[in-house]
Each structure stands twice: as structure tokens, then as C-alpha cells.
Nanobody, 121 residues
Framework: QVQLVESGGGVVQPGGSLRLSCAASGNIRSIFAMGWYRQAPGIQRELVATITAGGYTIYGDSVKGRFTISRDNAKNTAYLQMNSLKPEDTAGYYC???????????????WGQGTQVTVSS
């Protein structure tokens, strides 16, 4: 079983910054990719950023140049540094572990519970 802990959400003024963390622990041999998705009320969940174990990154168009994803493979932890935040960044942010391989070679994906980010003056 894999435990996933998200942290770092909160309320920030426009132009401010936040840093989200997603820490995975438990029965893990490897994790192919760790990513962040977000969902605002009435809007489909969208990709924010994802990073592979090798460091390859993909960003959603709306966050390019403002957000940076990074990863510590030894700690199975991903970070999302969010700068120049805008009100339209307000959403629930969900961490996703893609292709977790367990010690007994079972593979699956896992979502976190989400953390709220609110950008408001």
C-alpha cells in the first residue's frame, strides 16, 4: 500500500507564491511520473505539470513560465513552485502518481486527496 501526502495549499494574494509538496511512501519500488492536476468548480480537471523519474517535464499552457515542478526521487516527493499566481489559478490541486511499481511488481496509478489553492485579494 502507498501513502500519499499533499501539503502547501492556502490563500494567497494575486502575484504571490505557494509551494505544494506531494510525498509518497510505503510499498514503492519506483514511480514513473509524479504530477499535479487542478480542478475548479464546474471545470474539467486539467494538467498543471508532471515530471518523470528522469526529470522530463510537461506543463499546462496556462502555467508555463510561472510554475516549476521538481522531484526528489530518493524521497519519492514532488514539488510544485507556483509564482505570479492569478485568481484563475484558484482550484483544488491534486497530486497523481503514475505507474507506481510496488516491490512485488504490481503497477497502478494513485491520486491524492487534493489541496485547495485560493488566489484572492
Amino acid at each position: 500500500q502507498v501513502q500519499l501526502v499533499e501539503s502547501g495549499g492556502g490563500v494567497v494574494q494575486p502575484g504571490g507564491s505557494l509551494r505544494l509538496s506531494c510525498a509518497a511512501s510505503g510499498n514503492i519500488r519506483s514511480i514513473f511520473a509524479m504530477g499535479w492536476y487542478r480542478q475548479a468548480p464546474g471545470i474539467q480537471r486539467e494538467l498543471v505539470a508532471t515530471i518523470t523519474a528522469g526529470g522530463y517535464t510537461i506543463y499546462g499552457d496556462s502555467v508555463k513560465g510561472r510554475f516549476t515542478i521538481s522531484r526528489d526521487n530518493a524521497k519519492n516527493t514532488a514539488y510544485l513552485q507556483m509564482n505570479s499566481l492569478k485568481p484563475e489559478d484558484t482550484a483544488g490541486y491534486y497530486c497523481k502518481l503514475e505507474r507506481i511499481t510496488t516491490m512485488d511488481s504490481f503497477e497502478y496509478d494513485q491520486w491524492g486527496q487534493g489541496t485547495q489553492v485560493t488566489v484572492s485579494s
